[in-house]
């Protein structure tokens, strides 16, 4: 597959088949995703991979607290800042009008709205379930990194005929998702990921992105950027 083909066609599938992710494929993807880049290569991702019994295990559990009406753990980290400012808060709430307008939920309808949202806490019926933690002790660079990998995780898992969505969600109920994989103290949940054969009968539109212009600043003029009338210093230089 083509690599603009594998980024246009990863998006966040929501609904997966039972058909089973082989662990030959999963060994595959993550042996070649090993080589995104790291600064100074440190390599600060921590994954767990779960299938059978574990994943049936792990989503027994969630599923209880879910139905218990359980608020989840104490948060290890800030999924978005309280107040979100112009224009992510108003491309989150884009989002959220188009995910659920889809579904034909109104704003309103918070009830049938967690109901949906629940979903993630049962792998929106993956197969497999892949864990990202990060040793606590590391910064912000180090973090973006594990999003480099995670990219080229799922980037992988197009060429393999698979589908996949990042999930947050995951933190909410960290303890169980511990209680089932025994991390090491150091490490914090950053997410999950569902991966496995996309239910064609339940797809979504694939959600559109900003204009380039609004994200990406070209800057091959140095005139158009300095104060009018000031001569750039190599000019000045030279005359
Ligand atoms: C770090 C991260 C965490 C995410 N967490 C969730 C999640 O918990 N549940 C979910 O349904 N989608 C989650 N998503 C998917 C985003 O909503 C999705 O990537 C975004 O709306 C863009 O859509 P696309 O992936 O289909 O292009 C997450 C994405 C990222 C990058």
């Known amino acids: 597959m083509d690599v603009y083909e594998a980024v246009r066609s990863r998006r966040a599938v929501r609904a997966f088949t039972a058909e089973p992710v082989s662990r030959e494929v999963l060994e595959r993807v993550l042996s070649a995703a090993a080589w995104a880049p790291s600064g100074s290569n440190i390599q600060p991702w921590h994954v767990y991979v779960l299938t059978g019994e574990p994943l049936v295990e792990l989503k027994r559990r969630a599923g209880e607290r879910v139905a218990a009406g359980d608020p989840g753990d104490e948060r290890e980290y800030e999924m978005y800042p309280s107040a979100l400012k112009s224009p992510y808060h108003e491309r989150r709430s884009a989002f959220g009008k188009q995910r659920y307008g889809a579904l034909g939920v109104s704003r309103e309808d918070q009830e ?40 080229t995780v799922m980037l992988l898992l197009r060429e393999e005929g698979l589908h996949s969505v990042l999930q947050m969600a995951w933190s909410v109920y960290r303890k169980t998702v511990a209680e089932v994989l025994s991390p090491p103290g150091e490490l914090i949940l950053y997410c999950g990921m569902s991966i496995g054969f996309e239910d064609v009968k339940v797809r979504e539109d694939h959600i559109g992105r900003a204009p380039l212009d609004e994200t990406v600043t070209f800057v091959d003029s140095l005139a158009a950027r300095l104060p009018q009338g000031e001569v750039p210093k190599w000019q000045s230089d030279h005359t």
């Open 112 to 151: 049938t709205r967690r109901k949906i949202a629940a979903q993630n806490w049962n792998f929106f019926g993956a197969s497999a379930g892949l864990f990202c933690y990060i040793d606590r002790d590391l910064g912000l660079p180090q973090w973006a990194d594990v999003g480099g990998y995670l990219q």
